[in-house]
């Protein structure tokens, strides 16, 4: 639920957005990051320096991730970072027009483009693009109508399409993933929220928050967000790579962003989406006649007191709306994380803490490691006694999940009836026996209508040097063995 403030208090409301812009503006200006040594060779330096602008290719359909205004020019949460990225490398970055995403790709080929702000690396675009770490991560989500019901089973059902933007990495993953899937390939998001909404096909795949904003921007009640994949976009900067130092220079920049901004900019753009007021007249005429009262007003002692006590006033009123408003962030931010429902985090929440173990594995050389687990046979529930009772059941499980790890381990849904528990400072034989016990809890407790389940569990843990994509495909793997051997046991990745 969003509030309001306009409705709410009127024109002494258009003073408090006006007092309250003016110190968020204030605010903002102070804060950021400010050019630092990142570490740039002379070599890197020089180049930079001689090459004085840079041309950064932008994907106009992504917001609000990336995209461009109405002004054409760079808008979105890469937008907020390639701020940083100009003020840590001292150049300037230029915009040039693309049309789409074909069109963006054909001008990274022709070296149209000296940077590209948000692609997701493959061996094909290696052949002319250099890819720095990725910077965000970005689950695949799914938009049906209302009056259609996904799971992840339809993705192979007969006859089911599914929209996808035509050249997009994610097309590899989902055809790698799901080999018997029907996909429709786009020129961008609107042609396939059309087809959808029109029932043309059966949903859209994309990527999520990219998808929840088009949907809002295009005003199409009747789609909505209904799942999610256990697939992601990895988005790197990418550089032209007949110029390498442009490569290594980017790379620096992007290891030196803060993780406090990073994450600031994150919750500014997928928390919460803002309604930005684009006509600045009414704003400017207000503030030149608070001016003029202001003047007269010291003409005039009679209204002094008048004056303090609408000062007062308004003051309370503008501490009333900031409350709220942090409350209501803060209420966004939980959402955002979290299952709706169970109630434990969601995929792009054990995103970030594995992202976020991985690191501080690095740098404190501890140990840790990961569960993947799947409750057994889970589709005969929903196909034999409902979506309803399957829900109930979801719930029970992950709450006995949570009781039975410990406060520092954390649980999650990575999508479906599969859940992941990240266990911090815990060796391999320790998470083993921590599974096995769980596998135990799980066939001896009785979950809704005296449902009895079962469930299959794979284990590893973090070896030195390895990212998170490779613990998740080493633990999935170890899952699969488990589910091959029989179900209702532990397999060790």
Known sequence: MYINVSQKISTKGLLIVLFAGWFLFVMNSAVGQTTDDIGLTQAESAYLKAKKVLHVCVDPDRLPFDGVDKNRQHDGLSKDYFDIFSRMLGVEMVVPEVQDWNDLISKAKSRECDVVSQINASEERRSYLDFTTPYFYLPLAVVTRYDRIFVEESLEGAGTQFAVIKGDIAIDKLRKRYPRID??????????????????????????????????????????????????????????????????????????IDPKEGQSIRDKWIAITIEKVTDYTLLWLTLLVLGTVLIVSLYWNHYLARANRTILETLKDLHDVRVQLEDQNLLFKQQSITDALTGIYNRLKLDEDLCYAVKRSERTKREFSVILLDIDNFKLVNDSFGHLLGDEVLKAFAALLVSAVRQTDIVGRWGGEEFLIICPDTDLQGVSVLAEQLRKKIAEHPFPEEKSLNASLGVVAHNRDEQADAVIARVDKALYRAKDKGRNRVEVG
């Open 183 to 256: 996909l429709i390939e786009v020129k961008n998001n609107i042609q396939a929220m059309e087809l959808v909404y029109d029932g043309e096909v059966f949903g859209y795949i994309g990527a999520q928050g990219a998808v929840a904003f088009a949907i809002q921007s295009l005003d199409l009640n009747k789609l909505a967000v209904t799942g999610s994949l256990p697939l992601r976009y990895e988005l790197s900067v990418a550089t032209r790579n007949d110029e390498p130092l442009l490569g290594s220079a980017f790379e620096k920049a992007v290891l030196h």
